[in-house]
């Protein structure tokens, strides 16, 4: 072999430099940056009450969990710096959802407006019915045990929080309390969806009420007018109540609450609690006023019998020499007593 070749097998190959690219950062959507906090959170031992979202936002954010494997300390540092900086950066914060924003305007958009909102919101698949549903006072949910199935009643009533369901129980007749307890039995294999419906069904058929003109009771409204009427003219109505319905005029009694009511309403611990709140001047000339008069002095003396004897003997005092003895005399007449007191 000539000497000037070179054996292949001694040729050293070319090396060159080469450089690896960095693999590209990921991007995390906002479903997995809240998947990550909430993952965080949870980690740290925080308590969230997750079960106040929405069921399908529950649901999504399980799912999103579900589907996530590692991440790395770099992504971590820096999506919990992003959500503490949009926490820093909040100005205004909204409730969220419809009826959260209706209860914020309430008294400044009418009730048409808001009745159609509330209907348009329980159409969406989205929204959980029970949410409002289970916010209604017992008088709105009464009707539905008493007039529906009692397959949606039992329904209703599993979905209520139990201090509240047990309330509703206790105020319906025993046979239809019984029928609705025993349909509670029946629910365990009631799948999801027709809950929904269920609920979504109900709460249109609530939605669906003509809106009421006034916000009390025609007891609350009647009382109420009563408490500053006349004696003469509130003794002559009561009668008149009586004359045409004796159960509407009982419970218009009881709505009405007047100075001669204190003693059988009145309890005698809660007596100074409640002097307390009322200017002693305006105390003293009620008192004095109601002295000597049947029905009133009773009340006088059942306010003054449960308060310190201190205080009852200082009123007592007041109400023998206060400015209201001088009431109804002339101020002739008020010389003429300083010149001769027994007259």
């Known amino acids: 072999m000539p000497q000037d070749m070179v054996p292949l097998a001694r040729i050293t190959p070319e090396r060159r430099i080469t450089t690896i690219p960095p693999l590209p950062k990921r991007v995390l959507t906002s479903g997995q940056k809240a998947a990550v906090i909430v993952r965080y959170l949870l980690t740290q031992g925080t308590s969230l009450p ?13 799912e999103q969990m579900g589907q996530m494997r590692l991440v790395d300390r770099t992504t971590l540092d820096e999506v919990v710096a992003e959500f503490l900086a949009e926490l820093e950066s909040v100005g205004l914060a909204f409730p969220g959802g419809i009826e959260g924003a209706l209860a914020m305007m309430d008294g400044h958009i009418s009730q048409s407006a808001a009745q159609r909102l509330r209907r348009m919101s329980s159409t969406s698949s989205k929204i959980d019915p029970w949410e409002r549903i289970t916010s ?8 539905i045990l008493l007039n529906e199935a009692v397959e949606v009643g039992a ?22 309390a019984r029928r609705v307890a025993y349909a509670v039995s029946m629910t365990g294999n009631v799948d999801p969806e027709t809950v929904r419906r269920i609920g979504a069904a109900l709460l249109a058929e609530l939605d669906n009420q003509p809106p009421k003109a006034f916000d009390q009771g025609p007891v609350e409204r009647v009382g109420a007018i009563l408490n500053i009427s ?57 008192l ?10 009773d009340a006088a003396e059942f ?41």
């Open 230 to 286: 006349a004696t003469l003219t509130r003794d002559d109505v009561l009668q008149g109540l009586e004359a045409e319905d004796a159960a509407f005029a009982a419970e218009v009694r009881k709505a009405i609450f007047t100075f001669v009511h204190i003693p059988s309403r009145l309890n005698p611990r809660d007596t100074p609690k409640i002097t307390r709140l009322v200017e002693q001047p305006q105390l003293v000339t009620a």
């Open 303 to 343: 306010i003054l019998s449960n308060i310190s004897q201190r205080l009852a003997q200082g009123l007592r005092e007041e109400m023998r020499t206060g400015p209201h003895q001088g009431q109804g005399r002339g101020r002739g007449d008020e010389r003429d007593h300083r010149r001769n007191p027994h007259a």
């Open 288 to 297: 004095a006023a109601a002295m000597g008069k049947p029905g009133l002095a």
């Open 136 to 143: 209604l006072p017992l008088d709105r949910l009464m009707p």
């Open 50 to 62: 997750l079960s106040s979202l929405p069921e399908h936002m529950q649901a999504a954010l399980a």
């Open 155 to 176: 329904v209703m009533l599993s979905k209520l929080p139990v201090a509240k369901a047990a309330e509703i129980l206790g105020k319906l007749p025993g046979e239809r």
